[in-house]
Structures are given as structure tokens and as C-alpha cells.
């Protein structure tokens, strides 16, 4: 049998996100997700999608021509052979990113990729679907994001952290989530709290209309 996967788009970008923020980047958005996150922008990609074998995204990839990429979703980890895609994505030599939920088992990925793992904090409403195995199957380098929608968030944000002794262990992302916290707002906090961790704009969506598609 062929390996597929389902994909709703592929396409060229920059980095919006993370310690990559602003670097060229090729974006696979793998169709579906688990998770109804109160402020997810990316909706249209619950349903509907692609088929489409590996080689048929591979040369996709290939014709976009940058070595950095990223599977996204939806929930990329929620399609089996998503591991599958990474590992012969690094075998190309690509620089393979990938950005899950948190709900899914991280540990199915090949060690070189880099993960971009959330942690959802209550005003997400999927709270409940933390995965906290995931903690011990992430590697020193990889990176755990938080979306802050208000002070209560981000109180339960600096438990976690504490708690987990995350600051030490990964790279900490918080992000405010768009159009319900002020960034400067969360910027203070941090300052305030001589938090070890990186204030996460999601960049596209000031270069470009916040629910544009293909960015």
C-alpha cells in the first residue's frame, strides 16, 4: 500500500512562530485535528483536504525549493504516517519542524525533527487534553508554546512552568492569543516576573490579514 496523507495545503512562507520566526519555510498543513481550541485560525483545515502519496508531497516540497519546512494543522500528528513524512523529509536534508497540539504521542517522531509542542492553558478550553507524558519525550532543544488569553491564563502558565521546571529543561514560548490579549500586556507580565521564556508574536498575522490562507 502507498503511504498518504490528507493535506489541505502546501505552501511557501515565511516563519511566523518560534525561535525560526521570520526564516523561509515551506508549510505542510495536514487536514484535521482532535482539539476545538476557542480561538483556532485555521478551522478550515478540520475537514476536506487532499489525498495525496508521499512522493507526490515530497516533489511538491522540492519545487517550492527551501530547506526549512514545517507540518502543521490541524493536528499533524493526528495521520499516521506523518512520522513517516519527517523522516523522509531528513533524508533529503530538509530542516523538519513540526507544530502539534500537545494531545497527540510526540514520541512516533523521528529524534532530528524539531517539535513546536503547545501546552493548552484553560482559556483554550483544552486544557484537559495536555498530554503531560510528552514532557519526558521532548528533547533539550525543542520548544513548548503557551497561548495566553488573559492574567488567569498566564497565572496557570507560571504554575505549569514552575512546576515543571520547563524554563530548564526546553525553550518556553508564550504567546498572546490574537485579538483577546494585548501584547504589550503580556510583555509586562513577563518583564515583571523575570520569566525565562520568549514573548511569541505570530508574525504572518501582522504582515498579513489574520486569517489569510497560504501565509
Known amino acids: 500500500m502507498v503511504a498518504s496523507l490528507i493535506i489541505t495545503e502546501i505552501y511557501a512562507s515565511v ?3 518560534s525561535s525560526y520566526a521570520g526564516i523561509p519555510c515551506t508549510f505542510v498543513r495536514l487536514t484535521g485535528c482532535p482539539l476545538r481550541c476557542r480561538w483556532c485560525d485555521t478551522a478550515y483545515g478540520f475537514s476536506g483536504g487532499t489525498e495525496m502519496d508521499l512522493d507526490a508531497i515530497l516533489s511538491r516540497i522540492t519545487e517550492l525549493g527551501l530547506p526549512l519546512v514545517e507540518l502543521t494543522g490541524g ?8 512520522a513517516l513524512l519527517a523522516e523522509r523529509l531528513l533524508a533529503m536534508g530538509h530542516r523538519v519542524l513540526i507544530e502539534t497540539g500537545g494531545s497527540e504521542d510526540v514520541g512516533v517522531l523521528p529524534p532530528k525533527t524539531h517539535i513546536i509542542m503547545d501546552i493548552k492553558c484553560p482559556g483554550s478550553l483544552m486544557q484537559e487534553r495536555n498530554l503531560w507524558a510528552n514532557l519526558d519525550r521532548l528533547k533539550p532543544t525543542d520548544e513548548i508554546k503557551m497561548v495566553v488569553a488573559d492574567r488567569a491564563d498566564f497565572d496557570w502558565a507560571l504554575k505549569i512552568i514552575s512546576d515543571h521546571q520547563l524554563t530548564s529543561r526546553f525553550n518556553v514560548l508564550l504567546s498572546p492569543a490574537f485579538g483577546l490579549l494585548q501584547p504589550k500586556d503580556l510583555a509586562e507580565w513577563m518583564v515583571a516576573e523575570k520569566l525565562n521564556a520568549r514573548l511569541n508574536l505570530q508574525q504572518h498575522k501582522y504582515i498579513w490579514h489574520p486569517r489569510a490562507k497560504g501565509v
Open 75 to 82: 493536528e499533524p500528528l493526528a495521520q499516521q504516517n506523518c
Open 15 to 17: 516563519q511566523g512562530e
